[in-house]
């Protein structure tokens, strides 16, 4: 046992650390995903990877990935965070991706993979349904052949950032006469196809994160069918599984606790500062110490998968404990900043936006912030399910 | 020892109830808060006529003879509806204060244009760097012949944009936070040297930051005793809590009803989700903090009228209740809707939003327990 | 609304703390049921209830009740929790009373009322079984008629104070045939019949409260039949709804409250007293917040069986609450007493026994106490129950 | 980075197991821990021929050579037995002082005999009125020659019944809760005027309070140096809270194991109660609460040769969470398993009495929680 890098590591660290400090573009830093931003504010650090070969470093060598070890992910993964850098967009490299290089064709691998790396295909995420949320498996939107296409009507909906994208990929129904599970196929579509409408929903933090996609006589050629007609849940079930590092966010939250100090020593509370306040100290503490658990859980987590094993259903673990800690560190924020958290400017509503803020520049997202993270214990299967899967497959109930 | 209401009572809580049901829905809502002005002054109008705004005060004072208890009432059925117009500020506050501590003259005023929904009133009492202590004031009041000076920066102050009248605390003597030495000003809000800055709030409503630049007030805009704004101030604050406790109390039931509703009929593995077993023991929990909630709000409206320490220790009890209660409701609400509780169409969110303010509101679950404690020892 | 109490009841407390006051016996006082008692210590304040005619306020007048209002029998409990006088023996008066008065024959009445008023049958309780805990009526004790006699076996298990009892209530199955609920029996049963064995069960906390009860070839005489055979189960269900009040136990918990701020009023931490330390005062504040919030929850169901609504499945919601700050009391009690929570003195091992305590005398019941209250969110229906119950009953889930 | 174990420290863990399972079920136990003396002299002799002493100290003080990882497999194992035998005071904590500042004589006369099994230490640290404060000390020493009076009193010194020598700390200088002016002496307990009260503990261990009345112990009974002993006291701590964490870890995954079985195969309601989904989710939480714990376990001991407040500050972290932790899952360990989880007759109530204490062994959770906010500050 031991809790030393070894040197390549640590020089490794080095070396990821300088390139972004010297890559990543100035006029994003310290912004999040809901400051407003255009379509190629996402894309600039995505086209910046790109170029270096580190957009996917979860992929294999072969496709376009990096080569690193899990350690090296792990650091990669952890400069990012601690640097805040806005995160490469999960659906095309972390989601479809690997779908592709698994499943999918040749040629559909030559066609989508580079186009995924380049950033020229911006995909969305096509699963859940207005009916279905936890219990995917009972999606409703059909697919119907008619020669060369597929016809499909349905919807799909918490499609974030459809906004902006280019392709859809789709669960589907391509068999009603089985059950569930297993008339099922996945299928890609050009957004720009006619008969899909893409509709804003309004999150109750004011912002535009996620969509409705409406579905209507859409005609998609069957080319764009991934893998075999109706084994689409084995795909989807693969791509649940696959790529859960980081999701505990350890150096995310680590990063957010140093900010929910600062500003805890810059609020008043009597005759000190908010940070000296002993309630308020015990709970920066004890949420210190949960991330302290978190963090080293985690770490052995990595060290068994450095051993070869694969990250299991204890990835529900770090997914519980990760949005529970990133939840509380919004509660606490909001909680810190006192009535300076009861004004909503909207629009582009961000720090070093031209909207001049009311209360101090920390205060501004707060509220929106800890209502926005309500979504981490519902998405990405509720932490209700995430228990269930523990029950079932950790603890044999 | 009763718990019951009388007939006027339960007369004036079916009011409210038909007049939210009427025109309190949820659309009606979100066009009223997203419009122009943020609230509706016709709403308003129809509130007095419905006479509300007369309810809690006695009859000398040109009321209906009512207590805190019709306050209690009107505020559980504004706060399933979620109402945004300005009764607490209005009505209970700058209600109050004229009530405890006005001068004939302020009282023969003020209170019947209150009553008649003429004036809206919005009380600034935080300051950027005072938190949730009443006694943490720099903005000052300097005496000028008869007349006062005013200057400072008053925060956050809620109702603000649609006010016509302010009530201002202003330190005429003594250190940043001395108890002794606060008084407290009406101020026209067109008064030469106010000027603000309006946004909406997280909640749907609209407050302001209020800046006041030598803005001259005559000596009979003070209400009460000069320095000895304080007490007054904290006896209202007090009785605001015990009103949106009552806010609170009926915001948490409309969540309630709404959640238990919705998994009922939300299926998924092919049942309601309300069959499993966790989000029914999720609802137990919802339901007993809602009771709890209920109760305490009770406490406070019937413990006001008691000594100042049984009174704070009252509303401080209260207040953690409603806000530890509002947050575990709320979220769990906002959960147990899955996506559909993030979004905006829902009422949902709406009404975690509002009680996510009222948890802030007047202190936070912290502020109160360090109050209880202190007032206990 | 009206907080106050009307006249007459302030009187009539007055009344009952002053009767208290002259008449608890002097030996028993603040000595609670683990305090080593005799059967004697156990009857005594029964006995003197008795004479003033006080055993049993909720039983109905004509069968030797009080005939109090509500107010009145919420005042007694108060005053009796405040005193902290040993509640007089549940098991004849509350349970098996209203049962006898309610279903039994007039014989039967005229037999048992008044030897329950008048404590000269300890009864005890058998009805769980080592099989069948929260699931009440999957009970197996047999009872097989033959002639004028049943004959019983089986064991009951959990039967408190049984070490002293003279007589036994049990649920047996007298009908095999039909599901669990429809051929369950009420029998009553002299614990000195031949065939009848208590086992003492030792609890945690070291004390001999519970026993197992074994049934062998036990004769009982029909007679001792209540009620309807194969109607068993209405009759504890019944028992198991009557007489909630003071489920909630408000009134102990207050007194509970003031002890723990005594002693952490003597306990030192640092350079003052641990009631001085921040974070031990915020635990009592917001239990106090809670207990408050539980006391008023108490009054509004008592308001409500005032005006005739009988006390309800709500009561789920007092006995779930009041064990859990029951509980929490007990284990602010054991950390407030540091390092001294640690002695174990066996024995009769109370505050003014002979043995000489270690440490403050506060100290010497803090660890044994803490497991003991651990069976109060267990009994008389789980807290898991109790939230089943109220899922079904009052949300309709 | 490494998480993984030696081959020796894997067989070590298994040597240790093997010695639990064979002689450390409940029963027999329970016949250790209600005799007379309260252990096994027996056993404890057993354990230094299977050279569990030695492990922890390196070659050149005569041992194998191990470190605090070493003591954590065997604490780890113990904690799984709820073995009773003093290892921590004698081993950890008298062990550990010695090898951190014991005098050349000290080390070759102790050592050999903590490492042979021949000398049972008890290190007593706390007093009546000091609470958790390693500096709240009034058992004073006073200079006589060159030797050293010691009067006071010595509260709750885990397994004194059981020890022939005291580690002491006492006062040579300064006042009451002064960081400096502590010193650390070594006493045979045998010595004039040393007497002590002995007597069970709420786990089935013992303890003693120990009254000091004029006690002589020469001048090469001190471990390090005069007045300095709080800093050498502090990091023994610190061992011996990484060494309890990991004897609470291992209790937590008994009880997690014995009720993920009990739950599958006790039936109500014509099903196992591991179906419930509530009692699942429970069961869950604990098995997250056991997870954190061992994480934090390994975190503590992977830290103890940090710098002193990395070290404090691992240790307080640790300690925190196996306090919280071990309190969550023995709850919920009894309550799950209903009555049966109340008596002396199944192990529960035996582990959850242990996780108890050591809730509290060392410092609480919120003495715990105060130190890391103050050292991270």
């Given at each position: 046992m031991d809790l030393n890098f070894a040197p390549e590591d640590v020089a490794f660290r080095e070396q990821v650390r300088t390139f972004i400090a010297e890559n990543y573009p100035e006029h994003l830093r310290g912004k999040n995903r809901r400051a407003g931003l255009e379509k190629d504010d996402f894309l600039a650090w995505h086209r910046i990877l790109h170029k270096q070969g580190w957009v996917a470093p979860s992929w294999p060598k072969e496709y376009g990935g990096t080569g690193w070890t899990v350690t090296q992910k792990y650091i990669w993964g952890e400069e990012c965070a601690t640097a805040e850098v806005l995160p490469v967009l999960p659906f095309g490299v972390n989601m479809l991706g690997p779908v592709i290089y698994t499943f999918a064709s040749e040629d559909q691998k030559k066609h989508y993979l580079p186009r995924i790396l380049s950033g020229e295909d911006w995909w969305c995420q096509g699963y859940s349904e207005p009916g279905s949320g936890s219990d995917l498996a009972s999606l409703r939107t059909k697919a119907v052949r008619d020669g060369d296409h597929y016809i499909v009507n349905g919807s799909k909906t918490w499609t974030t950032l459809a906004q902006h994208a280019d392709w859809i990929f789709c669960l589907v129904k391509t068999n009603t006469e089985v059950k569930a599970q297993e008339g099922i196929s996945f299928l890609l579509m050009d957004i720009k196809t006619p008969g899909i409408t893409v509709r804003p929903i309004i999150t109750m933090d004011g912002s535009h994160e996620v969509n409705e996609v409406f579905l209507e006589d859409v005609k998609v050629p069957v080319e764009n069918l991934v893998g075999e007609e109706n084994k689409g849940w084995t795909y989807a079930k693969f791509l649940l599984g696959h790529e859960r590092s980081g999701i505990a966010g350890v150096a995310g939250s680590k990063r957010q606790v140093e900010k929910l100090k600062t500003i805890a020593g810059s609020e008043r509370s009597g005759t000190g500062t908010l940070m000296e306040d002993t309630d308020f100290a015990r709970k920066v503490a004890e949420l210190e110490v949960d991330l302290l658990a978190l963090e080293f859980t985690e770490l052995r987590t990595l060290a068994s998968e450095s051993a070869g094993k694969g990250p299991g259903p204890e990835a529900s673990l770090l997914k519980v404990k990760g949005t529970e800690v990133q939840q509380r560190l919004t509660d606490m924020t909001l909680e810190a900043v006192g009535y300076y958290g009861f004004p909503f400017v909207n629009g582009p509503n961000v720090e070093g936006s031209n909207i001049f803020p009311v209360g101090p520049d920390y205060a501004t997202q707060a509220g929106p912030t800890y209502f926005n993270h309500r979504k981490a214990s519902i998405y990405g299967g509720s932490n209700e399910i995430q228990r269930n899967i523990m029950a079932k497959m950790v603890l044999g109930l | 020892m009763d718990f019951s209401f009388t007939e006027e009572q339960t007369l004036l809580r079916n009011t409210v109830q038909r007049f939210v049901q009427d025109n309190y829905e949820l659309e009606a809502r979100q066009k009223i808060v997203n419009s122009e002005e943020g609230f509706s002054r016709d709403y308003w109008q129809q509130l007095a006529e419905l006479g509300l705004f007369m309810a809690p005060f006695s009859e000398e004072l040109g009321g209906m003879g009512g207590s805190q208890i019709e306050t209690m009432i009107i505020m559980e059925e504004f706060g399933r509806g979620l109402v945004v117009e300005p009764y607490v500020p209005t009505v209970v506050l700058a209600g109050g204060l004229l009530r405890e501590a006005g001068s004939q003259a302020q009282k023969d005023e003020l209170l019947p244009s209150i009553i008649g929904g003429e004036t809206i009133f919005a009380v600034a009492y935080a300051e950027p760097q005072g938190r949730y202590n009443l006694a943490d004031i720099t903005t000052r009041a300097e005496k000028d012949g008869s007349d006062f000076r005013l200057n400072g920066h008053k925060a956050v102050v809620l109702g603000a944009p649609w006010a016509n009248k302010l009530i201002i605390s202003a330190r005429t003597s003594g250190g940043q936070r001395d108890d002794s030495g606060i008084t407290l000003f009406i101020v026209d809000k067109n008064t030469d040297g106010v000027s603000s800055r309006d946004y909406p709030t997280i909640d749907g409503s609209r407050a302001s930051e209020i800046i006041l630049e030598n803005v001259k007030v005559s000596g009979d805009a003070v209400i009460g005793e000069v320095d000895d704004g304080l007490p007054l101030l904290s006896k209202i604050f007090d009785e605001g809590i015990a009103a949106i406790c009552a806010e609170a109390s009926g915001a948490m039931r409309v969540l309630n009803d709404t959640t238990i509703e919705y998994c009922k009929t939300r299926k998924q593995f092919g049942m309601p989700i309300g069959k499993f077993?966790?989000?029914?023991?999720?609802?137990?929990?919802?339901?007993?903090?809602?009771?709890?909630?209920?109760?305490?709000?009770?406490?406070?409206?019937?413990?006001?009228?008691?000594?100042?320490?049984?009174?704070?220790?009252?509303?401080?009890?209260?207040?953690?209740?409603?806000?530890?209660?509002?947050?575990?409701?709320?979220?769990?609400?906002?959960?147990?809707?899955?996506?559909?509780?993030?979004?905006?169409?829902?009422n949902v969110g709406h009404y975690f939003k509002r009680l996510t303010m009222i948890d802030t509101q007047f202190g936070n679950v912290d502020h109160h327990l360090k109050r209880y404690a202190a007032l206990d020892a």
């Open positions: - | 077993q966790v989000l029914q023991h999720r609802m137990v929990d919802m339901f007993m903090e809602c009771e709890q909630s209920v109760s305490m709000t009770y406490m406070v409206n019937l413990k006001l009228d008691e000594s100042d320490v049984e009174r704070e220790k009252a509303a401080s009890a209260a207040k953690v209740q409603i806000g530890k209660s509002g947050k575990f409701i709320g979220q769990n609400a906002v959960q147990l809707h899955g996506g559909m509780g993030m979004t905006d169409e829902l």
